[in-house]
């Protein structure tokens, strides 16, 4: 069976389908107009490009083939949308299982999948690098398209999952078909080498070949389509239903909904499920666990991944905003995909804590003040930065009051709400559907009120169980586990532990044998312990080897994770001989820079290397994706 | 001493439950102790452990014996749990502190302490001696040093061994009391557990190898449970010395001290829903001259080393073994050890248990003034700075402290000129009153319980004052606001308070619930009866209203509550801790 949870990815963000476009032979100007007014451009450009690989028989026949569709006893379904159907016969399933370097194989992959569910089946097309191998197991139909790697190897992305289906611990598949569907380029040696890995490999895990395996060069196109018309008549006849009357290709095809695919730009509305304070009575800081649904939403990350969120302003500052610019909440404010009122914009669309110099220089203009004119002006910049380090927007507006003004003089100083990165702290092997994150509450003093982190405090304050965040994964390739059996040393203060709770649960989902060793900071053992039960249950377990915690404030001399590596400067030095993955998360201003000046100690003192040859051993370890970092 | 096993010549008995067995045959603590290198354990290993703030629990077995408890904040739990936080683990530690004797220079040492990892608290124990709460293991070997300084230590103040030695507080005759007291100073000293790992532990000093063995009395194992001795002096029980395993009731002539009649087999502990558990009353046994004390704690102790039950700490206690094997059989196996026979018990007379409150008078122009420290608990609160008046005091004192029985201080040993000197700082600090607190309060003890203890069912010090200040209209009303009447409370059915023997008694069933038990002895020489079950405030205050309005109206000229609703009939008199559950 289907379901979001076997999938640890969607299409790489960012990723496009990789169609082109182009006027079309096959497809007139009239029709196309008249298609242009239904299909997304997405859609029309996909139509145009499958259209210009089709000669005349071949173009007859699919139009027969999407009247047929759209006769079929409702059967035109959303591709991709929402969970299947559980009780669903399994020979209806397709897998489509994609590779991809730069989107090819993405796009053709959700192309064919559109195509199956079009036609009534089930079809899911999701990335190998997240796909979790084990559900290969129940599939009945898999349908593989992966691109090369220059130098003959899997694409990045699916490297975790080659290691695994190629790996002692793949299963046996005797109850799959498949195909696969090689991309390359000719001119490497190893040509379309990863797609013959593949489908040689799936045939030695007992899986039956459904169609031969089709190699394409550069210009994929055509070889693609050959194989996916090969397969068709191969699939389960629910797949198939045809006859009744011809319908026009432009007319069946509006009726197809583009898939909702949730991104940057089309945030994903993730239901709270938890929102509780780790930190203890007595802590001197906030630090909250929220706990998100991704239900439904197809989004699928990799432990390393982060999470945008789009936060909203605090109500309370939009009302003070308003009332000190004299405003009406209610006067229109147009934005991109339309008209709102200020109050809404306010709270979802504009960054209305911290002003920026455009803001400065706007309301300098506005308001004619002098200081203000004088903080703008371009040789200043010094000061202006020290000032607007100590003045948000609602000091400036307050101090600053600018008769007479209106929405549009003042918008335009505004910049767009930006979302907020978070680290995610889980791992969809542990929790699937659902993101977890660490929050630290950011709170401070300004001009003697009180003042918060704009998304922390929406985080803090108004993010209750059953209210929604809007979302989007965010890949982080470069915060990755190795392999299984690697040894990984994971150094993080505060917040900056949560990837690990997510490479924890990964690792522990999947067996992994590797050593792991854990470096946790924060302020106080007792109220600042994060995720302390769960820490204490991997060492139990000998899931987490070894913990060594530093707490900043329980003693008068104050220690750090860095104080923590040198003084395990001799068993720290032979886990990364023994060729450990190290990390670093974090703060970015003081903890990275220390930690990395510790790891440089302990590799003079323990490895008798000079600086420059410490500086080489890291730099190496980099080179080698041996030391990753995550530091903000 | 030896530990060989000796038969007793008179009677064979059953050994199957007792250290003659190897230990595959015994409860699990049995091998526990035995394993643990004469009570060293992982305790250092546990103690460096930065992941957690407790430490493994085999080594929270052992701790006990350094006198230790780990403990947590039983309030935070669960939030702490929800926020994936461990307990707010920290640890109880109990000072040995023989008779409840100490100085200022000690006392403004455990001040200090207890200011800086103790959660600025302590607490007198219903055992004449202080623990300290809230002190996180990070602090552990800094509060035992500091002890150390002032010649303290809390070995055996828990644990399977003897715990704290008790002896009467005493206030009319001085030389008395020192002379009782060094006694139960040497009891304590003698019958502690001897093993170097405290000294490894707590202090870090080297193993030293020893040929005779580190344990010439206990072996590896230890006592089945904990054995309690104490040493009373009539006409005042406030010792309970029929609450205790091994009881001493000092015999006077004149001024001078004699020697003791012996009692054993004294202890409260029971378990609600098990009637085959029981608290039970001391047996007066004989009479020993006052030279013979030392070899007597010997020989009754190892009576109990050999023959209790080490299969079910539940029924671990003297108090079973004297039970099972007849009270004739034991007394029959100490003379046996002790090589003569106890002479007939002298005749004597107790009057109260609890304590003469205020100045008092002693001989050679000494007087001590007795301090009402409700449940025990030294802390400044709010409006009574209690804490820091103490410390004030200690600071200008020249006598002793003595914590007394009942959880109150005596201030001791006070000279004619520094008498007025003490009083104008206990005027000073709102002290000298005794607050107006009826003679129910005067005579009430609650245990620790919540939020540290790890047994309590139910709330006692946090409750008990509270409950008392709806009783004490009661008392208003039926005209008994100065009839003394002991009332205790405990937060589970262990008895730390000693409830058992009080005139009105509760025992914590679950939140809000107690047990409701009267007709103990006034002086501790009756156990009281279940009279009301599992029942909450009202119910209490119901039931309590009825059968003091009762008394009011029917007691005799000096009759105690305990003794009237049992010549009431109320409840039947509980003759033996074996009936107290018919």
């Known amino acids: ?632 | 001493m030896s530990i060989e096993l000796v038969e007793p010549p008179h009677a064979p008995t059953d050994r199957s439950r007792d250290r003659s067995q190897p230990l595959s045959n015994l409860g699990p603590d049995e091998t526990l102790k035995a394993g643990s290198n004469h009570l060293r354990g992982t305790i250092a290993e546990s103690l460096l452990d930065e992941i957690s703030a407790g430490i493994t629990f085999p080594d929270q077995k052992l701790l006990k014996f350094h006198g230790m408890y780990q403990q947590d904040d039983r309030d935070l739990r669960d939030e702490r749990r929800r926020q994936k936080l461990e307990p707010a683990h920290q640890f109880m530690v109990r000072v040995r502190l023989p008779g409840g004797v100490c100085t200022p220079a000690q006392w403004i040492k455990l001040d200090k302490l207890a200011r800086a990892h103790g959660g600025e608290t302590l607490r007198l124990t219903t055992r004449q001696t202080f623990q300290f709460h809230w002190i996180l293991k990070r602090d552990l070997k800094a509060t035992i040093q500091g002890l150390h300084e002032a010649l303290l230590d809390t070995v055996a103040a828990c644990g399977d061994d003897t715990r704290g030695v008790m002896c009467a507080v005493n206030p009319a005759l001085s030389g008395l009391h020192a002379e009782v007291y060094n006694m139960a100073r040497d009891a304590s000293n003698h019958a502690a557990w001897k093993s170097g790992a405290y000294h490894e532990i707590w202090y870090g000093e080297k193993k030293v190898a020893s040929s005779e063995g580190e344990e010439p009395f206990y072996g590896d194992t230890y006592m089945p449970r904990k054995f309690k001795i104490g040493f009373a002096i009539p006409p005042s029980n406030d010792i309970d010395v029929y609450a205790q395993d091994l009881g001493f009731i000092a015999i006077v002539k004149g001024h001078k001290l004699e020697g003791f009649n012996v009692a054993i087999g004294g202890s409260m502990g029971r378990t609600d829903g098990k009637p085959e558990t029981y608290p039970r009353l001391a047996s007066v046994i004989g009479y020993i001259p006052a030279a013979r004390v030392t070899e007597t704690i010997d020989a009754v102790m190892s009576v109990q080393r050999d023959y209790g039950d080490r299969k079910d700490r539940a029924h671990a206690r003297f108090k079973y073994t004297i039970d099972d094997k007849g009270l004739d059989w034991i007394k029959a196996e100490i003379e046996n050890r002790l090589g003569f026979a106890l002479e007939a018990a002298r005749t004597y007379a107790f009057t109260s248990n609890g304590d003469v409150l205020g100045w008092s008078e002693s001989d050679g122009g000494r007087s001590q003034f007795t301090l009402f420290i409700e449940n025990g608990r030294i802390a400044n609160h709010p409006g009574l700075a209690l804490m820091d008046a103490l410390l004030t005091i200690a600071r200008i004192h020249e006598g002793t402290f003595r914590l007394t029985p009942n959880q109150n201080l005596a201030i001791a040993d006070v000279g004619r000129e520094q008498r007025p000197v003490i009083q104008a700082l206990l005027e000073e600090y709102g002290l000298d009153e005794q607050g107006g607190a009826s003679a129910v309060r005067r005579n009430s003890m609650a245990c620790v319980a919540l939020p540290t203890c790890g047994l309590a069912m139910a709330e006692s010090e946090r409750y008990l004052p509270g409950l008392i200040s709806k009783i004490e209209p009661l008392l208003a009303k039926h005209n008994l606001m100065d009839t003394p009447i002991t009332l205790r409370m405990t937060g589970c059915p262990n008895g730390c308070s000693r409830p058992y023997n009080s005139e009105i008694g509760l025992t914590g069933r679950a939140p809000g619930k107690y047990n409701l038990y009267i007709g103990g002895g006034f002086h501790g020489h009756r156990l009281n009866k279940l009279y009301r079950e599992n029942i909450g405030e009202a119910a209490i205050l119901s039931a309590l209203d009825d059968v003091l309005g009762q008394y009011a109206q029917g007691r005799r000229p000096g009759e105690h509550f305990g003794d009237f609703v049992i010549r009431a009939g109320i409840v039947p008199e509980v003759t033996e801790g074996r009936h107290f559950n018919d």
């Open chain 1, 1 to 632: 069976m289907l379901s979001t949870a076997r999938w640890r990815q969607d299409p790489a963000p960012g990723e496009e389908a990789g169609l082109g476009g182009g006027t079309s032979s096959v497809v007139n100007q009239d029709i196309k107009q008249a298609m242009s007014a239904k299909l997304t451009p997405a859609q029309l450009a996909q139509l145009e490009v499958f259209a210009k690989t089709l000669d005349r028989e071949q173009a007859l026949w699919v139009s027969g083939y999407f009247a047929g569709l759209a006769a079929g006893a409702g059967g035109l379904t959303a591709v991709g949308a929402g969970p299947q159907d559980e009780t669903a016969p399994a020979t209806a399933a397709i897998t489509i299982l994609y590779g991809s370097e730069t989107g090819n194989s993405t796009g053709l992959a959700r192309d064919f999948a559109s195509r199956v569910q079009a036609a009534g089946g089930q079809a899911r097309a999701g990335g190998m690098g997240r796909c979790k191998g084990r559900a290969l197991e129940e599939d009945r139909f898999l349908l593989v398209i992966t691109r090369t790697h220059g130098r003959g190897g899997p694409p990045q992305s699916a490297l975790n999952f080659f290691e695994f289906i190629e790996g002692r611990k793949a299963p046996k598949l005797p109850g799959l078909s498949f195909s696969v569907l090689a991309l390359g380029d000719s001119t490497y040696e190893k040509y379309c080498e990863a797609g013959k890995r593949l489908d040689r490999r799936l045939e030695e895990l007992g899986a039956t070949r459904l169609a031969p395996r089709i190699d394409c060069d550069v210009d994929y196109e055509a070889p693609a389509v050959q194989w996916m018309a090969a397969l068709e008549p191969l699939l389960p006849k629910e797949l198939r239903k045809d006859t009744g009357a011809p319908v026009s290709v432009a007319v069946r095809a509006a009726a197809l909904p583009a898939a909702p695919q949730f991104d940057k730009r089309h945030p994903f509305d993730a239901p709270v499920i938890e929102n509780l304070v780790l930190t203890g009575r007595g802590s001197s800081k906030e630090t909250r666990h929220v706990e998100l649904s991704l239900a439904e939403s197809g989004l699928v990350y990799t432990p390393g991944d982060a999470l945008g969120l789009f936060p909203r302003n605090d109500p309370e500052l939009v009302e003070a905003i308003l009332s000190h610019t004299g405003l009406s909440g209610d006067a229109p404010v147009s934005r991109k995909g339309g008209e709102t009122s200020l109050a809404a914009a306010l709270a979802s669309d504009f960054e209305i804590v911290a002003a920026t110099p455009r803001f400065l220089e706007s309301w300098a203009a506005l308001s004619d003040a002098a200081d203000l004119r004088r903080l703008a002006a371009p040789e200043n910049a010094a000061e202006r930065n020290a000032y607007l380090h100590q003045h948000h927007v609602i000091d400036i507006v307050r101090d600053f009051p600018v008769p007479g003004l209106t929405v549009e003089d003042f918008v335009p100083g505004l910049r767009p709400l930006q979302p907020r990165l978070y680290s995610i702290a889980s791992s969809l092997a542990a929790a699937p559907d659902e993101v977890h994150l660490t929050v630290a509450t950011v709170r401070y003093e300004l001009r003697g009120e009180p003042r918060g982190g704009v998304a922390s405090g929406h985080v803090s304050s108004r993010a209750a169980p059953d209210t929604t965040l809007p979302v989007y994964v965010q890949d982080n390739p470069h915060f990755r586990l190795p392999s299984d059996d690697a040894p990984i040393v994971m150094i993080g203060a505060g917040t900056g532990v949560a990837p690990y709770r997510a490479f924890l649960q990964e690792r522990e989902a999947r067996g992994a044998t590797g050593k792991s060793w854990l470096f946790f900071g924060e302020r106080n053992f007792r109220s600042d312990f994060l995720y302390q039960i769960e820490w204490q249950d991997h060492l139990k377990s000998g899931l987490l080897t070894r913990m060594d915690v530093a707490f900043s404030r329980d003693r008068a001399e104050k220690t750090y994770v860095q104080h923590k590596l040198k003084e395990r400067a001799a068993d720290l030095y032979a886990w990364l001989e023994e060729g450990a993955h190290l990390y670093v998360c974090g703060d970015a201003a003081h903890m990275a820079p220390d930690v990395h000046a510790a790891l440089l100690s302990v590799l003079q003192d323990q490895g008798h290397l000079g600086p420059e040859a410490a500086e080489e051993y890291l730099r190496t370890l980099q080179r080698d994706h041996r030391y990753q970092r995550d530091v903000y």
